[in-house]
């Protein structure tokens, strides 16, 4: 069994996680951050009791594979308004894609996120940090769109923008979550 990360690796993948709230949190107010939260908090949590040492080649099929379901998921939520929903569930308006806080918050998330595959494929702590955040995000942050923002419309069964496409991505998001689970007992 693997063991855990180190201190320098846990207050690096504290700092980062720490960092990309508090950009979430001033590009989209508390609740959003609170949301995306789980993502960046849960991987962390999970990176720390699972540290893996999986080789990228298991995870290039449920990393390419949910990155590019990901891209499906962004692009149906700008094409269907989700960030004009997110703005009336929240109350906070939805910020200019070329402000300093969207900007940093997509250069910090999914920046890093294209990095995995180096990261890992060297087998560095912070890379299988970033692969836990990357699944966890994908396989949990997102069902909001099922389990957390029906709960904000008049009638239950309404869609909310994003529903669809997040139908193929948390499984496959939960299928690199248990590869990076099954790296921890190598």
Known sequence: ???????????????????????GYLAFGFWTMMIFASGFLGGLVL???????????????????????????????KTMGFFSFLSGVTGVATPEITSWPVITLVLISVGA????????KRRKPFGYYLAWTFFTSMGITELAHWLVFPFFVDHPATYIPGMASVVPLAPVAWWGMSRLKSGSRN
Do not use: C, K, N, Q
């Open 1 to 23: 069994m693997r063991t855990h990360p180190s201190l320098r690796d846990t207050l690096t993948g504290l700092t980062f996680t720490s960092a990309t709230l508090l950009i």
């Open 113 to 120: 996120w294209l990095s995995i595959p180096i990261l890992v």
């Open 47 to 77: 990176w720390w009791f699972f540290p893996s040492s999986i080789d990228f080649a298991r995870l290039r099929v449920p990393y390419w594979s949910a990155l590019a379901l990901f891209l499906v998921h962004r692009i149906e939520e």
